[in-house]
């Protein structure tokens, strides 16, 4: 086992699974006749961007011990993702997805097994004390026994006063029983400090009839100190303690490939946080990876140079800065 002085900065809990993502660009996977083989899992998609971001992470989700369950192992451990704390487990099989390759949001199905089976007696509180955030998504809190896995890390990182992070992808397809679903996610919240809902999880979750900023004090009112609230091409909304602060607008990328933005978006703006940064900075910055992720045909580069990132922002600032003053 890993030893507890190499520090974490970030823990991502929940599904990892292998994404058979389809080689037809297609919204609908009727469309789509040939698959590609991927690493998948919103959770294990972070924790390689931190590291490819120069953050040290890891994983705690449960595979199969076959074929597909080694070959997530081995593209975490190519990553330089921790896997101490993945449990591979003979009694069951890796949950596979089928997705399909698109710029907007991708149709999906998928077949479930051992993501789900994750247990709270196999959290980790050695590894909950190493890192400096823990992370999850809905998609985990859809099914027990990984509910209560989560929500008890979660309970435990608030209780060290590590940042919680909570991913509302929120879908109905995933999780059909919505009023059990408000329930686990309110339990859920009373531990996070941070949350990036977009604009269709909200929808998802509250109904299409609110306004952005009703959407955000919602989340709120879950228990969120920060959310940041990402409306696509209308940019990104910044509230702190109850209170708006910043609107970060999107800038015109083509779009080659949308897949895993939203996971680059968090990984940026997670090391960014760590990294000390005001919350518009890090959103900032985790612009930059994303406009990167969208103008990139697969996944991003094994390695992202950090400070190259913060270079690029701060020309970007000060270019904005000066087509204001001349506006």
């Not at 081995?74 to 596979?96: A, K, P």
Request: charge should be negative; charged fraction near 25%.
């Amino acid at each position: 086992m890993a030893r507890e002085t190499e520090l974490l900065d970030v823990l991502t809990i929940g599904e990892m699974v292998v994404d058979f993502i389809s080689v037809e660009k297609t919204d609908t996977l009727s469309n789509a006749s040939t698959f590609e083989r991927h690493l998948g899992g919103s959770p294990a998609n972070i924790a390689v961007y931190v590291s490819k971001l120069g953050g040290a992470s890891a994983v705690i989700a449960k595979t199969g011990i076959g074929a597909f369950g080694q070959f997530l192992k081995s593209e975490l451990q190519r990553h330089g993702v921790t896997t101490d704390y993945l449990i591979m487990d003979h009694r069951t099989h890796t949950t596979v997805i089928f997705v399909s390759s698109t710029a907007a949001t991708p149709d999906f199905e998928e077949f479930r097994s051992g993501d789900y089976l994750l247990g709270p007696e196999e959290i980790s509180q050695e590894a909950i004390s190493r890192t400096k955030v823990v992370h999850a998504s809905t998609f985990a809190l859809s099914l027990e026994p990984c509910r209560s896995a989560v929500i008890g890390a979660f309970r435990m990182a608030h209780e060290m006063g590590k940042l919680v992070s909570l991913d509302p992808n929120y879908s109905r397809r995933v999780w059909p029983d919505q009023k059990e679903a408000m329930g686990v996610i309110r339990e859920a919240y009373r531990y996070v400090d941070v949350t990036k809902p977009s604009a269709d999880d909200a929808r998802r979750i509250f109904g299409p009839d609110y306004q952005p900023e009703q959407y955000i004090e919602m989340f709120h009112d879950l228990g969120a100190e920060a959310v940041v609230f990402t409306m696509g091409k209308d940019g990104n909304l910044i509230s702190e303690n109850g209170h708006i602060t910043d609107h970060v607008p999107a800038r015109p990328v083509e779009v080659v490939d949308a897949t895993g933005a939203g996971d680059a978006f968090w990984a940026g703006f997670l090391v960014a946080t760590l990294d000390g940064n005001s919350t518009e900075r890090s959103v900032l910055f985790a612009r930059e990876i994303v406009e990167r992720k969208l103008t990139t045909k697969g996944p991003l580069p094994s390695e992202i140079d950090r400070e190259e990132i913060y270079s690029r922002l701060e020309e970007s600032q000060a270019g904005e800065k000066e087509v204001g003053r001349r506006g």
